[in-house]
């Protein structure tokens, strides 16, 4: 889900901290990538225009069809991408993964009399919704990245930690990500359109993290609890508590 927040409030304090460039200006670079973000923007994003992907056997593909021409465009300009798995979500995520679990079953329902009344907006909606990336997946995503010679890390848990495991152990360059996560669990340097600069003409953002706590004026431990007071995965947000104030 991200840091709610987090973004706007760095380009409101801390611009400095953030610059925007093209894709070509990470060659040669090693980025590790959250691939349960990529496969679930590749499933909405089919889901989206109506219809998945499928085999001539019926199975969704969409998955694979997305990770093998985005990874082709990463190897074309001279990025070396490592795609990282989700590994068993923590105890204190629960919480989170209980409401997910209520809100898919929400849209279910709602999707059930969208269907009934034959609204077609509203089903495309629910549909959305209703996208989850599962076990089989993310297994089918690592066979085709195996016979693409391309590697890939199973993350003992959150695929952001692991991302910024390895940037701040030297082995990779950048976290690239569309949530800010990664740097709340200390990723030096993250990376944000990355993955679809060029299909959706944006700049790539590279988020310098050094640069974000001296503008904030943080210690690392405080920008933690700046994450949890703005809102994330593991805990409530403080009632009446906003970027402003918590900062």
Not at 67 to 95: C, Q
Not at 117 to 127: L, M, Q, V, Y
Not at 173 to 198: C, K, N, P, Q, W
Not at 228 to 245: F, Q, S
């Amino acid at each position: 889900m991200g840091i709610k927040g987090l973004s706007q409030l760095i380009a409101d304090v801390a611009p400095f901290a953030v610059k925007e460039g093209e894709i070509k200006n990470f060659f040669g670079r090693k980025v590790a990538i959250d691939a349960s973000m990529c496969l679930y923007q590749f499933l909405i994003a089919v889901r989206a225009e109506g219809a998945q992907l499928t085999s001539v056997d019926g199975e969704t593909t969409s998955h694979l069809m997305g990770t093998f021409y985005r990874t082709i465009r990463l190897l074309e300009n001279g990025i070396k991408p490592v795609y990282v798995f989700d590994g068993k979500p923590p105890d204190m995520k629960s919480g989170e993964l209980s409401k997910r679990a209520e809100k898919r079953d929400e849209a279910q329902k709602a999707l059930d009399r969208a269907t009934e009344a034959g609204a077609t907006e509203d089903i495309e909606k629910f549909n959305r919704r209703l996208v989850k990336v599962t076990k089989q997946h993310s297994n089918e995503a690592k066979e085709l990245l195996k016979l693409m010679g391309v590697p890939y890390v199973d993350a003992p848990c959150e695929a952001e930690a692991q991302c910024a495991a390895l940037v701040k152990s030297g082995k990779i360059y950048a976290t690239a990500t569309e949530d800010m996560d990664a740097l709340t669990f200390g990723s030096s340097i993250l990376l944000r359109h990355l993955t679809f600069s060029e299909a959706r003409k944006m700049p790539v953002q590279e988020f310098n993290y050094e640069k974000i706590l001296k503008g904030f004026e943080l210690s690392r431990d405080e920008f933690i609890d700046l994450c949890i007071m703005l809102g994330c995965d593991y805990c409530e947000t403080i009632r009446g508590i906003g970027p402003k104030k918590a900062i």
